[in-house]
């Protein structure tokens, strides 16, 4: 049987969907200022380890490790309003990229199970 | 079974072990994050021996040329020797002269001790005698029988102050480098070209034009200066004279006070909008102070530009002394 990340597409999925999504969320008032960086390419990389996990694709990624990336935006105000915008971010880029509702709840529900880490709670 | 050389270290690997995981086992420090390959936070560079399939992954060919890699993705069959990206060598370069083609800018054209592998568009950390050091970036191409910076003077800068003011030919300053991947590569040499930057983040952009039409690029290429006042503009003949040479080549000057009914009127980033949209497909390289650099490339990104195709280079100014 296929992974959910297989059937996505792999590593070129996760590329076409990390220029979709950081446009998105760079021109969504909610929550661009998480997104602004000077350094837009290592912002960009950020995304695609992201990205490559809720597609359910190889990581490693931890619980902690999810608290330690996000404290600092916890500090500066990061909540579950700017969650479940990036969740609908990521919806919006996964349906433009043609892939299926049933794929998509896959996928928000792989972002899900990160949300009390990545909200430091 | 092969062996990492690391900071004079030798760290035998074993079976199917990646230069990370050898690396912490050691227990030497090494940034890393996502260890799939996807973040880069692992970056590192070969100094010696063939990196094996896979380790420079994703990477810019700016990067590739320069044997940086993936400590996570790398499994080496063979001997390797590797050193944290920001272990760079270090020379010394002699003052060969000094132009001052602004009352606030010096060119600095310098004599590298012994050779000096660089890439168009890169930058250097200058050391004085006394070790203050700050980073420059280049203005020459690899060709070029001197090195070349461009320093703006800095009020209470300084290191701008003692380059702009104290420095003479015959001075011997300190280089380590190079380093930064704001470069031309020749993967595709008909797309277009945008070259954007104020004050001198002109530099790595003349070395970066150069070097495409030395390289044969085919596509048009655009350099945007942006100045405050016209003065600024303090390369005005010389791209005016390479945009005669190559008819693929041309000089976009703007200038922030100027007169409303003289073109150049307006800010770089306006004019780089414009540029923007008449130019689908460009590949776009933007340097200067972050300030200006930043929202140049939120505009860039935001009108369509690829991230692959975006390639900058913030100045970031340190802090004034106390």
């Given at each position: 049987m296929t992974t959910l990340y297989e059937q996505l597409g792999g590593e070129p999925a996760v590329d076409a969907a990390v220029d979709i999504f950081y446009r998105k969320v760079l021109a969504d008032g909610r929550i661009s200022r998480f997104f602004d960086a000077v350094d837009m390419q290592a912002q960009a990389a950020k995304q695609k380890a992201f990205l490559t996990m809720v597609f359910g694709g190889p990581n490693r990624y931890t619980g902690r490790d999810m608290r330690m990336a996000h404290a600092r935006l916890v500090t500066q105000g990061l909540d579950d309003g700017h969650f479940d915008a990036v969740v609908e971010n990521l919806g919006a880029t996964l349906r433009e990229l043609g892939v299926n509702d049933a794929q998509i709840g896959q996928v928000a529900a792989i972002a899900e199970s990160v949300r009390n880490d990545v909200l430091g709670r | 079974?092969?062996?990492?050389?690391?900071?004079?270290?030798?760290?035998?690997?074993?079976?199917?072990?990646?230069?990370?995981?050898?690396?912490?086992?050691?227990?030497?420090?090494?940034?890393?994050?996502?260890?799939?390959?996807a973040c880069q936070s692992c970056l590192v560079r070969a100094r010696g021996g063939a990196l094996p399939a896979g380790a420079q992954k994703g990477l810019r060919p700016a990067l590739?040329?320069?044997?940086y890699f993936l400590a996570c993705q790398a499994r080496p069959d063979d001997d390797l020797e590797a050193a944290p990206a920001d272990d760079l060598p270090q020379l010394r370069a002699t003052v060969a002269r000094i132009e001052r083609p602004a009352p606030d800018v010096a060119r600095i054209f310098l004599e590298a001790d012994g050779a000096f592998a660089y890439r168009a568009g890169q930058f250097v950390h200058v050391a004085r005698a006394d070790g203050l050091t700050r980073p420059y970036s280049l203005a020459s191409v690899p060709g070029d029988a001197l090195l070349e910076l461009h320093v703006k003077r800095a009020p209470s800068g300084a290191m701008s102050g003692y380059l702009c003011e104290a420095l003479a030919p015959g001075d011997v300053l300190?280089?380590?480098?190079?380093?930064?991947?704001?470069?031309?590569?020749?993967?595709?040499?008909?797309?277009?070209?945008?070259?954007?930057?104020?004050?001198?983040?002109?530099?790595?952009?003349l070395g970066v034009a150069r070097d495409a039409l030395a390289r044969g690029h085919t596509g048009a290429i655009t350099l945007l200066?942006?100045?405050?006042?016209?003065?600024?503009?303090?390369?005005?003949?010389?791209?005016?004279?390479?945009?005669?040479?190559?008819?693929?080549?041309?000089?976009?000057?703007?200038?922030?006070?100027?007169?409303?009914?003289?073109?150049?009127?307006?800010?770089?980033?306006?004019?780089?909008?414009?540029?923007?949209?008449?130019?689908?497909?460009?590949?776009?390289?933007?340097?200067?102070?972050?300030?200006?650099?930043?929202?140049?490339?939120?505009?860039?990104?935001?009108?369509?530009v690829k991230l692959r195709d975006l390639l900058v280079d913030a100045f970031v100014t340190a802090a004034p002394a106390r």
């Open positions: - | 079974m092969p062996t990492l050389t690391w900071r004079g270290r030798e760290l035998p690997l074993e079976v199917g072990e990646t230069i990370l995981d050898a690396l912490e086992r050691a227990g030497e420090k090494v940034a890393s994050s996502c260890r799939v390959g590739v040329e320069q044997g300190t280089l380590r480098g190079p380093a930064g991947s704001c470069c031309y590569d020749d993967s595709r040499p008909a797309q277009p070209l945008l070259l954007a930057g104020t004050g001198t983040g002109l530099a790595p952009l200066h942006g100045a405050l006042t016209a003065a600024g503009l303090y390369a005005d003949e010389a791209l005016r004279d390479l945009a005669r040479r190559h008819p693929t080549f041309r000089y976009a000057p703007s200038v922030l006070g100027a007169a409303p009914d003289d073109p150049r009127a307006g800010a770089l980033r306006d004019h780089l909008a414009r540029a923007l949209q008449v130019t689908p497909g460009a590949r776009v390289f933007l340097c200067g102070p972050p300030e200006t650099v930043g929202p140049l490339q939120r505009d860039a990104f935001l009108a369509g």
